[in-house]
T-cell receptor, first 111, second 115 residues
Framework: DAKTTQPPSMDCAEGRAANLPCNHS???????VYWYRQIHSQGPQYIIH???NNETNEMASLIITEDRKSSTLILPHATLRDTAVYYC????????????FGKGTRLHILP | GAGVSQSPSNKVTEKGKDVELRCDPI?????LYWYRQSLGQGLEFLIY????????KSGLPSDRFSAERTGGSVSTLTIQRTQQEDSAVYLC?????????????FGPGTRLTVT
């Protein structure tokens, strides 16, 4: 597995964009970048994934650097409900294998 | 539609007792995963079932842990002779097929407390 590194915690003001970085310098060419989040006392929730192009959905945007060694998850207008732990993982699509989550980034949205 | 369900939602047990945790995946999902999350830690993979293939047990922390998946649907995680370090939230997830992590759905978890 390509390992990822994320800052342990971040603060963001409510209404501002939250930018969560992730380093994955050993990512392989066929591995995707996935983001999940876990709100307190709930199970993890899928957010977005991408291979090399930037992606956007109703929840967030994912910016992947050209060398694919890092990425940034962007929550465009953070709300208090976005307070959660955000996990960045890299996996090959449809690979019959397990997921390994790290400790993630604990995002605090400040009112 | 119905999501992944787990029972019980909370379980308090005495050290040394056995416990069984249940997971009902989304109907039709062939892949089922068990994870646990200790206080302040990230998710830790435990075991993975895919269809009728032999499960990947490489994440089980000790031989006190075992899991079954009957009929390709419901799964039970059993912890024998529980220890205090087993206290954690145990999460189950299912997905339509192996490796389809974009559609991995998690249950609410079972909070296990060993006293």
């Amino acid at each position: 597995d390509a390992k990822t590194t994320q800052p342990p915690s971040m603060d963001c003001a409510e209404g501002r964009a939250a930018n969560l970085p992730c380093n994955h310098s050993t990512i392989s060419g066929n591995e995707y970048v996935y983001w999940y989040r876990q709100i307190h006392s709930q199970g993890p929730q899928y957010i977005i994934h991408g291979l090399k192009n930037n992606e956007t959905n109703e929840m967030a945007s994912l910016i992947i650097t050209e060398d694919r060694k890092s990425s940034t998850l962007i929550l465009p207008h953070a709300t208090l409900r976005d307070t959660a732990v955000y996990y960045c993982i890299v996996r090959a699509m449809n690979r019959d294998d397990k997921i390994i989550f790290g400790k993630g980034t604990r995002l605090h949205i400040l009112p | 539609g119905a999501g992944v369900s787990q029972s019980p939602s909370n379980k308090v047990t005495e050290k040394g007792k056995d416990v069984e945790l249940r997971c009902d995946p989304i109907s039709g999902h062939t892949a089922l995963y068990w994870y646990r999350q200790s206080l302040g830690q990230g998710l830790e993979f435990l075991i993975y079932f895919q269809g009728n293939s032999a499960p990947d047990k490489s994440g089980l922390p000790s031989d006190r842990f075992s899991a079954e998946r009957t009929g390709g649907s419901v799964s039970t995680l059993t912890i024998q002779r529980t220890q205090q370090e087993d206290s954690a939230v145990y999460l189950c997830a299912s997905s339509p097929e192996a490796g389809n992590y974009a559609e991995q759905y998690f249950g609410p978890g079972t909070r296990l407390t060993v006293t």
